[in-house]
């Protein structure tokens, strides 16, 4: 059974940092590219970062780019969101996901339970 | 970066009601268009990949179709399982991926 399980969401004030987990399950994790996506609670969804399988390129959202890092322990079957400078705009439930590729892009075939980040003063 | 608009922001349909949703991109996306259910207090779940394609184990009640800016989401016959949020999502121009706002679905 294919399974993400987020840990390390807490509440930090204004400007600090915070690290984020996902370990997975299920699947061979070092062929599947990962990627977090985070929620503002009763709001949409907002892409946030992607690593490749190997962990040798990553992209970041605008918002969040130069604050964040995403990294994997192919070892461990753990992806990791490092997050510093936080600001109340990055509150928000965080999810890890699966990408899975086809012939028509790729999709989001199994996510995380999510974790709660709280940024408040 | 790609906008997607899903309407309605929401909407209220009856039990065995055929409902529809709709996502426009704001440039062509060819078929690169994922649709994904989000119930109450959990996290998304893929329902459709690549515009039409059901994803394993979701019921065949769920339909998508479309291509190019213009794609729906169809419910053949709403069921109370249904009540959730979806969203639609593009993997044609990234990063970013982008998602529409979504369409909260209520049971009447």
């Known amino acids: 059974e294919v399974q993400l399980v987020e840990s390390g969401g807490d509440s930090v004030q204004p400007g600090g940092s915070l690290k984020l987990s996902c370990v997975v399950s299920g699947f061979n994790f070092d062929n599947f590219w990962m990627h977090w996506v985070r929620q503002i609670p009763g709001k949409g969804l907002e892409w946030v970062s992607r690593?490749?399988?190997?962990?040798?390129?990553?992209t970041y959202a605008d918002s969040v780019k130069g604050r964040f890092s995403i990294s994997r322990d192919n070892a461990k079957n753990t992806v990791f969101l490092q997050m510093h400078s936080l600001t109340a705009e990055d509150a928000g439930v965080y999810y890890c996901?699966?990408?899975?590729?086809?012939?028509?892009?790729?999709?989001?075939?199994?996510w995380g339970q999510g974790t709660l980040v709280t940024v408040s003063s | 970066d790609i906008q997607m608009t899903q309407s309605p922001s929401s909407l209220s349909a009856s039990l065995g009601d055929r409902v529809t949703i709709t996502c426009r991109a704001s440039?062509?996306?060819?078929?690169?268009l994922n649709w994904y259910q989000q119930r109450p207090g959990k996290a998304p779940r893929l329902l459709i990949f690549?515009?039409?394609r059901l994803h394993n184990g979701v019921p065949s009640r769920f339909s998508g179709s479309g291509s190019g800016t213009h794609f729906t989401l169809t419910i053949s016959s709403l069921q109370p399982d249904d009540l959730a949020t979806y969203f639609c999502h593009q993997s044609y121009s990234v990063p970013p991926d982008t998602f529409g706002q979504g369409t909260k679905l209520e049971i009447k």
């Open positions: 690549a515009a039409s």
């Open positions: 690593i490749k399988n190997d962990g040798s390129y990553t």
């Open positions: 440039q062509n996306i060819d078929n690169y």
């Open positions: 996901a699966r990408a899975q590729y086809d012939s028509s892009g790729y999709f989001f075939d199994y």
